[in-house]
């Protein structure tokens, strides 16, 4: 299958620096990719969606000026996040749709966020 | 976006046994899709199924897109012990972001 690398796999800030995130696939032009965050034990939940060349569309109750998404290429997508707090602490993980448009999604590795 | 309804929660079985779990939703898919999530990684694409009816394996694996399209099913055959992880429902439309169940816990032990 299609190949997506998330980097860096773990992560531990101070409370209010920022972390950016990457997103890169590897083997193909993806013309979409997702955000998801994931809490211990929960499922995945959809933060953003963000098309190449054009601005993210965040869900509700998503704060985009905290979660900076920037796609500028059809192979990255990068998460910032903003002045991070300790509840931001997550699993983060992106995936990425490809042109051909089956519906399948390929997910990153995740990257674990640690706030101190 | 929706939640599926996921079951079971979590299953504990032994080594060999057959496992079944199963996804339900109030609206229609076109796509189901199986993922399989170790600790610590990202979710790993097990199974698509694109055709309400079908039927599909992978190794000891298999799927059904059930036939209303609101539902589908996953069975593991003479689990092993790497089977362990947590399995994730998916639905999706065309063009649309994944829409997850909360995932069913397998522990299988030797």
């Known amino acids: 299958g299609a190949v997506v690398s998330q980097h860096p796999s773990r992560v531990i800030c101070k409370s209010g620096t920022s972390v950016k995130i990457e997103c890169r696939s590897l083997?193909?032009?993806?013309?979409?990719m997702f955000w998801y965050r994931q809490f211990p034990k929960k499922s995945l939940m959809l933060m953003a969606t963000?098309?190449?060349?054009?601005?993210?569309?965040?869900e509700q109750g998503v704060e985009k000026d905290k979660f900076l998404i920037n796609h500028a290429s059809l192979t990255l997508s990068t998460l910032t996040v903003t002045s991070a707090h300790p509840e931001d602490s997550s699993f983060y993980i992106c995936?990425?749709?490809?042109?051909?448009?089956?519906?399948?999604?390929?997910f990153g590795e995740g990257s674990r966020l640690t706030v101190l | 976006g929706q939640q599926l309804n996921q079951s079971p929660q979590s299953m504990f079985i032994q080594e060999g046994e057959d496992v079944s779990m199963n996804c339900t939703s109030s609206?229609?898919?076109?796509?189901w899709l199986w993922y399989k999530q170790d600790p610590g990684e990202g979710p790993v694409l097990l199974i698509a199924?694109?055709?309400?009816?079908e039927l599909t394996s992978n190794g000891r694996l298999t799927a059904q897109f059930g036939i209303t399209r609101k539902d589908s099913f996953l069975n593991i055959s003479a689990s092993i012990p790497s089977d362990v992880g947590i399995y994730f429902c998916?639905?999706?439309?065309?063009?649309?972001?994944?829409?997850f169940g909360k995932g069913t816990s397998l522990l299988v032990t030797p």
């Open positions: 995936s990425a749709t490809g042109q051909g448009d089956t519906g399948e999604l390929f």
């Open positions: 083997d193909f032009q993806a013309t979409t």
């Open positions: 963000s098309n190449e060349g054009s601005k993210a569309t965040y």
């Open positions: 609206s229609i898919f076109n796509t």
């Open positions: 199924l694109y055709k309400a009816g």
């Open positions: 998916a639905g999706s439309n065309s063009g649309y972001a994944l829409n």
